[in-house]
């Protein structure tokens, strides 16, 4: 029985853990003409993520060992059977046994054992010194012979646990907030997933929207390479400015060529996260359906007591806690007395119930069974304190990642806030590199300024643009990281 209760706290202790968030099962196949919103994605990713699936199968493990320590109050019942052959059968005598006989003596009042007198006095045999019996009785050697050679056995016992020194419910516990945790890892696995995935998406976004910028820059510096080309045959442009232009448009195809490359390894790596085949054809709906306003999200209030109650990672740890406190329990039962109830109903063949018969015979037996503990050298005292130790060391570490967690929100807010900050100056770099352009633009065909200009402004729009996509994708991310760290449900 002890070594049941043994097995139901070491499958507590084993469950490291997971959290029941209802995800969608989706059969992994992408349409190549469908528009994939960032909530499609997710779906996706939370029925295909192979971490999910095992922090789900580690929730069925918990609940089944929850419901296994519920067991532990209720009797068990169990049969046990077996067979033995024996080589040799059992013999009480080696040989007849003669045993005396008496009779009763009227004028004594008492039995005297019948023997041979000569002259009224007892025979005695010399050789062994005991008198000679006129009478003796005869057990024959045959007749206290048993045959043992095929031996049946087996009984039904009856386990009813009446006092454990609160070792069952201290079982109960750990398998109770060994299930909460898992629950818990679940849900961070949950959020993880989700957060690469947002990753991910806006990764592809932001670098779509660069290929978009790119081939601007690209066809910008081809119409000026045309227009210098134009002046060069007329002769009011160098071969040098025909060159110098010619480089800048090499330097925009190769920035393109690499931009494409980098959105199509990026497009792979969110198809990976979403459990879909890497070379799945997805085309995202922030892709087509670009809103400035909606790209930009508002700031959120944050509680940090709040976020302490969702953060599953917290919620894990408080569940140790208290798996670890029920650790404590079960090492201080080991230091009180424990008190069952036993039955069985035993049967053998052969039997000696009623003399020895070669057919099954069998009764019932009730009891108890009481254990106290007495002297082990303070190996349970030590025991339990190294629990109440791991316990406190536990509470130590929650504190701790209570702090960090507090550092983690605030570090995200201010990304936040410096994300808002950047995107306003890139609009603002960005109004005044598009007026420069222009100017360059018109300062080049009135033959004020040189091909240089022309193409330095030309650069210092691409960056501009470049940084405003970054500051918009920047605005996103930071979002979903301070909604990660915050602990709300995606």
């Not at 509680?303 to 208290?322: F, K, N, V």
Request: glycine share 6%; proline share 3%; charged share 20%.
């Amino acid at each position: 029985m002890r070594a049941s209760f043994r097995n139901i706290f070491l499958s507590c202790t084993i469950i490291g853990s997971g959290c029941m968030i209802a995800t969608a099962q989706t059969s992994g196949n992408v349409s190549p003409h469908e528009i994939v919103s960032l909530d499609s994605c997710r779906t996706l990713a939370l029925g295909n993520n192979k971490a999910i699936r095992i922090a789900e199968e580690n929730i069925n493990a918990a609940s089944h060992t929850r419901s296994a320590a519920r067991t532990a109050y209720l009797p068990g019942i169990d049969f046990t059977g077996g067979y033995m052959y024996n080589q040799r059968q059992i013999e009480l005598l080696g040989e007849d046994a003669k045993l005396p006989t008496m009779s009763f003596d009227p004028a004594k009042g008492t039995y005297e054992y019948n023997v041979v007198t000569n002259g009224g006095k007892p025979v005695v045999d010399p050789k062994t010194g005991l008198p000679v019996f006129s009478e003796i009785a005869v057990i024959p050697k045959e007749a206290m012979e048993f045959d043992t050679h095929n031996v049946f056995a087996g009984a039904f016992t009856l386990a009813q646990p009446i006092y454990m020194g609160g070792q069952i419910r201290a079982l109960n516990k750990i398998a109770r907030y060994g299930e909460e945790m898992a629950r818990s890892l679940h849900d961070q696995a949950v959020q993880d997933v989700i957060y690469q995935v947002d990753e991910a998406y806006w990764g592809v976004v932001s670098l779509n929207e660069k290929k978009k910028l790119a081939q601007s820059f690209v066809n910008l510096v081809d119409s000026l390479r045309h227009n210098v080309m134009a002046m060069v045959e007329e002769g009011v442009a160098t071969r040098s400015d025909q060159l110098t232009v010619d480089v800048k448009y090499n330097e925009a195809c190769l920035t393109l060529t690499k931009v494409e490359n980098g959105l199509s390894l990026m497009r792979m790596a969110l198809a990976q996260v979403c459990g879909v085949p890497v070379d799945t054809p997805m085309t995202l709906k922030d892709e087509v359906q670009v809103s400035e306003e909606e790209m930009i999200p508002e700031a959120m209030t944050v509680d940090m007591e709040e976020i302490y109650r969702r953060r599953h990672d917290l919620s894990a740890l408080r569940s140790a806690i208290s798996m670890l406190e029920g650790k404590e329990k079960l090492a201080m039962s080991e230091m009180l007395p424990k008190l069952a109830l036993v039955g069985a109903y035993s049967f053998s063949n052969p039997n000696v119930i009623h003399g020895f018969e070669k057919k099954f015979g069998g009764g019932f037996s009730v009891g108890a069974t009481l254990t106290v503990p007495l002297w082990h050298w303070g190996g349970n005292y030590h025991r339990y304190q190294a629990a109440k130790s791991n316990t406190r060391a536990q509470r130590m570490l929650l504190d701790d990642m209570e702090e960090k967690v507090s550092l983690q929100v605030s570090q995200a807010r201010y990304s936040y806030s410096e994300a808002f900050k950047t995107y306003e100056m890139t609009q603002k770099n960005l109004n005044s590199a598009d007026e420069n352009l222009k100017n360059a633009e018109v300062g080049f065909h009135e033959g004020v300024l040189t091909t240089d200009d022309v193409t330095a402004a030309q650069t210092a729009w691409l960056q501009a643009h470049s940084e405003k996509i970054d500051a918009e994708i920047g605005i996103r991310l930071c979002d979903a990281y301070l909604s990660k760290v915050a602990g709300l449900n995606l």
